[in-house]
């Protein structure tokens, strides 16, 4: 593991809880990284200073411990300047990035999918461009540990046009991307399985969620993005209808705005969704503040018109729950994922929201048409079947999508 000096500047309009908070979210990200965290160091200022991000003495102090701790990179919990970031190096004779890279340098190692590796590429050039000056040293650790994944030395530093074009291919191929995926967005209405989208702070339990809904075995792991992709897998309400469920990336606070460009397009699947699961670990310590950040993210994908439902994940990990819980908004279910319990309560959560936008129906089936009675009880909600012996049909009464065919033949 490469040994990391974490530095943060706490400004005189932050509050010291959250620069706390902020702080241990970046450690947990170094682990995330594959990295261990040898020494914090903060320091108040007014302001970042505009051009080494510390104070001079600040950074001989870091040079000091660089030696000392025999440290591998130094982590600034902040956004780094071209100018911050060259400075810091020149001075501290360290590899430094900032917390944007090291979540770039996660999403690179983690991205599965073609457009997620496109998007990740993406996303590390339109950041490293007007950052090449002075990233020779930390660039030609390729290879070599935490902000040196995806692109590399060769392709960033052999000419800007060149870096240009490419960024100009990935556009174009993530827009064919795109597009495709917009034709199967435009059948939404004539769909008759209904998506429900797992959304929420990172690390809340949203794949273990998945997996224990659909006896999946999805990776999940005590980690930050431990899932990047969006996965989504088919499972059966107890009513038999059949719904698709994804699991999304997990937000985060101070999310890189070339990430929420470059993943829009994955995030916009969200926005897609007939029903959202907003997971929360009812064990955060900052819950409230990651529900502000997961109502900022949803209020920019326009996503916040979609029914949801409050899924509090690890409540047996709680005692007494946590102040603020009963504030929060939409229906709510106490879950544990980890040990499957109370997920019957959640599924009837599912299927009442679910019917909120259908249309109640009554059809009769003939006995001969068992794969029309077969349809309706795996893409409807089917409320109760009654036959009858002498005409020999079936009744069946329940909820439809409203554009389900054969709700409009009646």
Known sequence: MERVIVVAVIEENEKEEEAQQSLEELKSLVHTAHGTVVHTETQNRKTAHVTSY??????????????????????????????????????????????????????????????????????????????????????????GGIGTRGPGETKLETDRRHIQRRMDELKRE?????????????????????????????????????????????????????????????????????????????????????????????LEEVSDSDLLLRVIDVTSPYMSEEQETIDTLLEELGATGIPSITVLNKYDRTNP???????????????????????????AQIEIALKEDMQAYTLTVDASEGKRLARLKTTTIVEHIEFDESDEVYTVTGFANRSHPEINQQ
């Open 54 to 143: 510390v104070g001079s003495g600040k950074m001989e102090e870091l040079k000091e411990l660089v030696e000392e701790h025999e440290a591998d990179v130094i982590i600034i919990n902040g956004e780094l300047s071209p100018r911050q970031g060259y400075t810091l190096s020149a001075n501290t004779e360290a590899a430094v990035i900032d917390r944007t890279q090291l979540i770039l340098d996660i999403f690179a190692e983690r991205a599965r999918t073609k457009e997620g590796r496109i998007q990740v590429e993406l996303a590390q050039m339109t950041y490293l461009l007007p950052r090449l000056r002075g990233q020779g040293h930390s660039l030609s650790r390729l290879g």
């Open 174 to 266: 993530l827009k064919r991307i795109v597009k495709h995926r917009q034709l199967l967005k435009n059948n939404k209405h004539q769909r008759l399985v209904p998506k429900v989208a797992l959304v929420g702070y990172t690390n809340a339990g949203k794949t273990t969620l998945l997996n224990a809904l659909t006896d999946e075995e999805a990776f999940a792991e005590d980690l930050l993005f431990a899932t990047l992709d969006p996965l989504t897998r088919e499972y059966r309400l107890p009513s038999g209808l059949h719904v698709a469920i994804s699991d999304t990336v997990g937000f985060i606070r101070d999310l890189p705005t070339t990430l929420i460009a470059a993943f829009r397009s994955t």
């Open 321 to 347: 729950i946590p102040n603020g819980v009963e504030q929060l908004k939409n229906p709510k279910v106490y879950i544990s994922a980890k040990h499957k319990d109370n997920l019957d309560a959640l599924n």
